[in-house]
Structure formats: C-alpha cells, structure tokens
Nanobody, 122 residues
Framework: QVQLVESGGGLVQAGRSLRLACAAS????????VGWFRQAPGKEREFVASITWSGDNTYYADSVKGRFAISRDNAKNTVALQMNSLKPEDTALYYCAAAPRVGRMKNEYHYWGQGTQVTVSS
C-alpha cells in the first residue's frame, strides 16, 4: 500500500516557476514508478511526466518538454516536479500517482494523491 500527498501548488504569474512535491508513505515506494498527471476543469486527466523506480529514465508530455523536470529521492520517499516558464494553459489540478511500471496511461497507476492546484495568471 502506498499513500501519496502532493504539495507546492499555488497561484503564479506566467513565466514564473513552481516546484511540486509528492510525499509517499509505504516501505515499497522505491520500487514504484511515479507519474504526474493534471486535470483542468472540463477536461480529461492528462499525463504530464513520469519517472522509473530508479530515477534513471524520465518521460514527458510534449506540452511540457523542456519546461518541466521530474526527479525523485527514494531515501526521502519524495518525487518532485519542477515547473518552469509556466503558461496559463498549465492551470490544472496536479496529481502524483504510483505504478508498478512506468507509463503514460492513467489506468496503469494504482495509487493516487488528492491533488494540488496550480493556477497560472496571464
């Protein structure tokens, strides 16, 4: 069993940065891949970024590639999402999720946090 709690969201102007954190509990967290997803009002939840259990491989949606960076610290049971050059279209509720294997599909992820709101003003 893995429990996830996101933090770090907020209101920020376009062009600025935010750093989201996902704190996990559970002894086996380090064996899980972790993904970040987001959901804007009236839209489907979409993939943002993911990282393998070891942290050796990362994957990004085209819309955030070059602006966002995912990283993890297994010793601290945390995963971070550094978001730079934010745009108004990045506004959404951001979720972290854990899966046995890294992927881009939300149905591959077994455990989810409650989300943290990111709002980017123009």
């Amino acid at each position: 069993q893995v429990q996830l709690v996101e933090s770090g969201g907020g209101l920020v102007q376009a062009g600025r940065s935010l750093r989201l954190a996902c704190a996990a509990s559970g002894r086996t967290f380090s064996s899980y891949a972790v993904g970040w997803f987001r959901q804007a009002p009236g839209k489907e939840r979409e993939f943002v970024a993911s990282i393998t259990w070891s942290g050796d491989n990362t994957y990004y949606a085209d819309s955030v590639k070059g602006r966002f960076a995912i990283s993890r610290d297994n010793a601290k049971n945390t995963v971070a999402l550094q978001m730079n050059s934010l745009k108004p279209e990045d506004t959404a509720l951001y979720y972290c999720a854990a899966a046995p294997r890294v992927g881009r599909m939300k149905n591959e992820y077994h455990y989810w946090g409650q989300g943290t709101q990111v709002t980017v003003s123009s």
